[in-house]
C-alpha cells in the first residue's frame, strides 16, 4: 500500500516536473523528494480520530503508511545515487557563453591570483579576454563592471574562441591543478610562440608547468612570503635599501634553482627518494646562503648616502 500510494504521487510529480521543464538531477530529487507522505498527515489524521471519521484500526494503518513512506525516501535517495553513478547520468550544466571578443591576453581563471592580474593588465590600458568555469563569479566580476565568460578554459573549441590563436599572452590561474597543467601543455602545443604565465600551487605543480611548457611560473605564496620576509629583516636592523636587495637577490637566486631542480625532477619517483636531485638541492641551498652573505656585504658598501635636509 506504501509503495502504491508513493508510486501514484510519484508519477503526478513526475508529470508535473515536465510541465515546469525541470531536467535530468533536478527532476528526479523533485518527485523523489516529494512522493512521501508529509508530516502533516499525522495532524490529519489525529483530527480525523477526534471527530471520528475515522476508525482506530484505519487511523493506524494510515499513519503505518506516512510513517514508512517517510523512512522509504531516504533509501531511495541512495539507491538513486547509485543508479546514477553507474549509469553515468550526465550532470546538467550551464551552456557556456558565447564569446565575441578576442583580446591580446587570455586570463583562464578569475580567482583571487586571476583577479588582480586582470585589474593591473586592465589599468595599464590592456584588454583581456576573461574564461571560468565558475559561473556564481563571473556574475560576480559583471556586477562590479568587469567583462568575463562563462565556460570550461580547457576545451579547446572555447579557447580558440577565446582568441588562442592570435593572443600574445595566455595566463592560467585555474585552481585544479591537472586543469591548469593540460591547458599549458595545448596551449603550447597549438600555440608554440605564445607566451604563458602560469599559476602553481605548490613546488612539484611547478616542476609540472614547467614540463608542459610554461614561460613564467608564479608560486601561489613565494612572491608574498618574500615580502613578509623583507619586512621581517627590516625589523632585524637591516636598512630598507639591503632588504629590498636580499629579497630581489633570493628570488633571483630560487628561481634559477626551481629550473635546475625542473631537469631533475621525476614525476614518477617521490622528491625525498630521488638521490639527484636531493644532493643538487642541497648543493645549491649552500650556494644561497654563501652568495646571500656575500649580496648583504655588498648591498651595505653599496647603500646611497642618506639625503641632506
Not at 75 to 83: M, S
Not at 92 to 121: H, K, M, S, Y
Not at 244 to 262: N, T, Y
Amino acid at each position: 500500500l506504501t509503495l502504491a500510494i508513493m508510486a501514484a504521487k510519484g508519477m503526478v510529480l513526475y508529470v508535473l516536473s515536465l510541465v515546469f521543464n525541470l531536467k535530468g538531477r533536478d527532476r528526479w530529487l523533485f518527485t523523489l523528494g516529494l512522493a512521501q507522505a508529509g508530516e502533516f498527515g499525522f495532524v490529519l489524521v489525529s483530527f480525523s480520530l477526534q471527530q471520528s471519521v475515522l476508525t482506530p484500526n484505519l487511523a493506524q494503518i494510515i499513519l503505518l503508511v506516512i510513517s514508512l513512506s517517510m523512512l522509504l525516501t531516504p533509501l531511495f535517495f541512495i539507491a538513486y545515487e547509485r543508479l546514477s553513478a553507474r549509469m553515468g547520468e550526465p550532470i546538467d550544466e550551464q551552456e557556456p557563453d558565447e564569446i565575441d571578443e578576442q583580446q591580446p591576453v587570455i586570463i583562464a581563471g578569475i580567482g583571487r591570483f586571476g583577479q588582480v592580474v586582470n585589474r593591473l593588465v586592465q589599468m595599464a590600458g590592456f584588454k583581456t579576454t576573461v574564461l571560468d568555469h565558475d559561473l556564481a563569479t563571473i556574475q560576480l566580476m559583471r556586477k562590479f563592471g568587469f567583462k568575463g565568460f562563462f565556460g570550461d578554459p580547457t576545451r579547446p573549441e572555447l579557447l580558440h574562441a577565446a582568441g588562442l590563436d592570435n593572443a600574445k599572452v595566455l595566463v592560467v590561474a585555474l585552481d585544479d591543478k591537472k586543469a591548469a597543467v593540460k591547458l599549458v601543455r595545448y596551449a603550447r602545443r597549438e600555440r608554440p610562440d605564445i607566451h604563458i604565465v602560469a599559476r602553481a600551487h605548490d613546488r612539484v605543480h611547478t616542476y609540472e608547468l614547467y614540463r608542459a611548457g610554461a614561460d613564467d611560473i608564479v608560486r601561489e605564496m613565494f612572491d608574498s612570503s618574500l615580502r613578509a620576509g623583507r619586512y621581517v629583516l627590516e625589523n632585524m636592523g637591516l636598512t630598507d635599501f639591503e632588504a629590498a636587495g636580499m629579497e630581489q637577490f633570493f628570488f633571483k637566486k630560487d628561481r634559477e634553482a626551481l629550473r635546475a631542480l625542473a631537469e631533475l625532477w621525476d614525476p614518477n619517483v617521490p622528491v625525498a627518494e630521488n638521490p639527484a636531485y636531493v644532493e643538487r638541492a642541497k648543493e645549491l641551498n649552500k650556494e644561497l646562503e654563501t652568495e646571500l652573505v656575500t649580496q648583504l656585504d655588498d648591498a651595505a658598501e653599496a647603500e646611497p648616502p642618506p639625503r641632506a635636509n
